[in-house]
């Protein structure tokens, strides 16, 4: 009976490894189309100048880098959480995307400082290990200087189109060709993501039984190696492609940004929460 069982057991994940494959794009290309989505919506955040959301952004990112105070980080997270509301970001969504994943990684790192860390004791646990007040503010503060960053980096790409954030950061002196080099990664990656989700599709549909664990190997190296193929010889087109039309290394953007009064006025006001987080931070 056991032994049917492990058996069973067994072509059941070799049969999941196609469909986890199949569901990991398919969520991606899901989640793709979400966020365009919203940047499209009709929204605070959405109305203002792309240059003026990077620049905005990458101030506030600064600004809590160098704040020393939690009090002064969540301030800003709950700025940010405000200004989800009002860009029409679902607020609960906003919260997972950032802290459904962050205790696996920072979490992960900053765990072993509730114990090392020295300072007045809270906890007494078994083996000797204690957990000192000094070590839960270092990870409170990390984990939420971690999740302020991340969702400030959020917000942006939720409600700019990503060909906009490319082309505002041209107001950082950034090089045309590191620029390029995004826009067509963004914008081919999803491209590749469909043909390997029909490739798997159509593989799986001609699939009868189960398939051991050497035939999906197979089945994934040559997926793999098709799509790597297709990628270098698609690269070569589009390149061909963009010089037929008129390329000379530099990007021509169809869509020129202007500054309107409101863009100039909340610009001012970013940058002097910023400021205010720095000084109020140290």
Do not use: C
Not at 94 to 115: D, E, Y
């Amino acid at each position: 009976m056991q032994t049917i069982q492990s058996t069973s057991d067994s072509h059941s994940r070799r049969r999941n490894i196609l469909e986890q494959t199949l569901h990991g794009i398919t969520e991606a290309i899901e989640h793709a189309v979400f966020a365009e989505q919203i940047s499209a919506n009709a929204g605070f955040f959405q109305s203002l100048d792309a240059r003026v959301k990077v620049i905005s952004m990458l101030a506030l990112l600064i600004g809590v880098s160098l704040s020393r105070s939690l009090l002064v980080i969540a301030a800003v997270y709950l700025l940010l959480l405000i200004l989800a509301w009002s860009s029409a970001i679902p607020v609960d969504f906003f919260i997972k995307r950032v802290w459904l994943v962050l205790p696996f990684f920072t979490g992960l790192v900053v765990i072993p400082a509730l114990f090392i860390t020295p300072g007045p004791v809270l906890v007494h646990l078994p083996l000797g290990l204690v957990i000192t007040a000094t070590g839960v503010n270092t990870v409170l503060f990390l984990l939420l200087r971690v999740s302020t960053s991340v969702s400030l980096t959020l917000l942006l790409i939720l409600t700019t189109p990503w060909n906009a954030v490319l082309s505002a950061l041209s107001v950082l002196r950034l090089p045309d060709v590191f620029i390029l080099v995004l826009g067509m990664t963004y914008r081919y990656i999803y491209l590749l993501l469909h043909l390997a989700n029909d490739m798997f599709l159509s593989r799986k549909s001609r699939v009868v039984g189960y398939l051991s664990t050497s035939d999906n190997q197979h089945v994934l190296a040559a997926v793999s190696a098709t799509l790597l193929g297709k990628s270098l010889d698609m690269s070569s087109e589009v390149y061909l492609a963009m010089v037929s039309r008129g390329f000379r290394g530099s990007i021509i953007t169809l869509k020129p940004f202007k500054m309107r009064a409101k863009d100039w006025w909340w610009l001012s006001a970013f940058l002097a929460i910023a400021v205010v987080v720095i000084i109020m931070g140290r």
